[in-house]
Structures are given as C-alpha cells and as structure tokens.
C-alpha cells in the first residue's frame, strides 16, 4: 500500500472513530507502528489529526465519541482480557451497577455466571447479556434510548437511581486521566454515570490503555473517587499510559493490570504511598457480598427511616 494510500485510511479511520491506537492502525493499514508513527506525524504536520502518546485523536485536544459499531471492533483481545479479571471483583449475591460500554457489555459476559447476583444498568447490551442468565436479577433504569451506544440516559434515568445502594460500580468511559479523572464525550451519558456512581461503595473503572492520558468533555468520576483501576497491559513504548498509571496509583486507585508479568489473574501497580480513605460510603472496605444494607438493589423510599437513612447519607457526603 503506498504511503498516500495509507495515510488517507487511517484520516478515515481516526475521523470515524474519535481516537484510535497505533497498535490498531498498524494492524488495519498492515504495517509496523513505526511506519505509522510516520504516517500520523505527517498528517499532523498537514492539521488533519492530533498525535497523542500510542495513538492519534481529531484535532482539538478532545476526542468524541465514536458509536457502538465502531467500538466494537477496537481493542477487542485489551477488553476480553480486562474483563475476565473484573469478574473476579463480583461476588455471590451482591448487588452493582453496570455502566454502558463495549468493555462492561463483555463484563456483563462473565457475570451470566454469578449465583444470586443483582445487576441494575442503563445499557440494554448489558441487559442483553444477562437476560438468560437464570440466577442474576436484571434491572434495567428508565430513561430516554441513546441509540448510539445503546444506553437509556436523561431524567427518567436518573430519577430512577434515586435512593439505590449497591456495593460495587463499574463503569467506562472514553478518556481517563489522573488529573480528571474519568470522562466522555457525551453529556446525557455523563450525567447518568455520576447517578450510578452515587448508588455505590466502590466505583471500579474499566479501561483499556489507549484510553489513558485521553482526556474528554465531560468528566463522570473525578480521581478520589475510584476505588480500582482495571486495565491491559500497555506496550513498552507508550510512555504516558504508564506514566498515567503511576500517577494514578500515587493518587490512591488500585490498578490491577490484566495479565502484567504473565501473572494469570493480572498484577497490581504499586502505589506510591497508601490508598486515601475518602468520607462516605463510596471509599469504604467493603465485605464479600455488599455487607448489610448494601444487598438490596435500593432503599425502599417510603419505608421507616428512611428520610433519616437519606439525610445521614447526604451528610456524610457534604464532609
């Protein structure tokens, strides 16, 4: 393939799908990632793309959402292996959330067989994935269908996660930044995540290392309240997804890498000085199962005390 032609694929490429990893263009335009290292620096120089540390992004420093067809082919051996080792964070009988996404859709996957589990989510993909599974409860939020990811977001989303506890979160996103914390690109999509981040203990973030030092519109999870990272492995040569993941740890997240150091399970990155206890429930130990009150996918609204319950929860949360 001449230089000219391979340079207009991967414009294509990079301007259908927001950002795209030199690891994946090399494999489309089949090529070495120096060639197109070469490439995307040329079509830099000519204003047409960004380049970012691993990869290329549109121009203007923040990078926008591709849809779900997209999505679904990118990455797909760094998301079957992130989610395998997020599935070892999910108990029997708990109760979580489970954000929209490619990566949480794979997730959704493996939790088909977890005896007595609980998944409430706003992604009908998620839902999709579980609805034979015969020992998992699925629920499913209301709101508007955002056929681009296949996600029910707005007000009705939201309302509906009012007064929700659940153990655990795990969500995705289409930058992540140590900084910023997780972000998207999508407003509606944004706002539904914090409600699901509020409903949970944790919030366990799914991303693969092209996500990482991407930074997007919207942030949904600022840093100090991600309990766990769980990523790949990045290349060597990417500097700044393990500079991003150092920084992160230094900030208190758990990183638990897939498979790092041929370890089966993955490994974890140490931090630098210990994990910070946050106030309020979120950054709180957790016991296997969700502990008491956190089993039940939400507080019953109108049962006793539970205006007190909610004006307790509200306070912690102010401190």
Not at 38 to 45: I, K, M
Not at 113 to 124: D, E, F, I, K, Q
Request: zero cysteines.
């Amino acid at each position: 393939m001449f230089a000219a032609e391979r340079r207009q694929l991967i414009l294509e490429m990079v301007r259908a799908n927001g950002a795209v990893s030199l690891r994946e263009l090399a494999r489309v335009v089949q090529t070495s990632e120096v060639t197109v290292r070469r490439d995307v620096r040329a079509l830099e120089a000519e204003g047409l793309l960004d380049r970012r540390h691993g990869g290329a992004v549109l121009p203007g420093g923040f990078t926008r959402e591709s849809g779900f067809p997209q999505k679904s082919h990118l990455a797909t051996a760094e998301k079957t292996a992130i989610a395998d080792l997020a599935a070892n964070f999910v108990e029997e009988g708990e109760a979580i959330v489970v954000g929209a996404g490619t990566t949480t859709q794979e997730l959704a996957r493996r939790l088909a067989r977890v005896p007595g589990l609980t998944v409430v989510t706003n992604s009908l993909l998620v839902a999709q994935a579980l609805a034979h599974a015969n020992r998992v409860e699925v629920v499913m939020t209301g709101g508007t269908l955002r056929g681009s990811n296949y996600a029910l977001v707005g007000s009705g989303a939201e309302q509906s996660l009012q007064g929700l506890r659940v153990s655990r979160a795990f969500l995705s996103g289409s930058g992540l930044t140590a900084e910023r914390g997780l972000s998207t690109s999508n407003m509606l999509s944004a706002s539904v995540d914090r409600a699901l981040v509020q409903a949970a203990a944790e919030v366990v973030v799914l991303a693969d290392h092209t996500k990482l030092g991407t930074d997007t519109m919207f942030q949904t999870v600022p840093t100090d309240v991600i309990t766990r990272l769980v990523t790949d492995e990045p290349p060597a040569h990417d500097d700044r997804a393990h500079t991003e993941l150092q920084a992160l740890a230094d900030q208190g997240v758990q990183i638990a890498v897939a498979g790092a150091s041929g370890a089966p399970g993955g490994d974890e990155v140490p931090a630098r000085r210990q994990t910070r206890a946050l106030p309020g429930p979120r950054r709180g130990q957790v016991p296997p199962g969700g502990g008491p009150g956190l089993r039940s996918a939400a507080t019953v609204l109108g049962e006793p005390g539970g205006e007190r319950e909610r004006a307790r929860v509200a306070d912690m949360r102010r401190r």
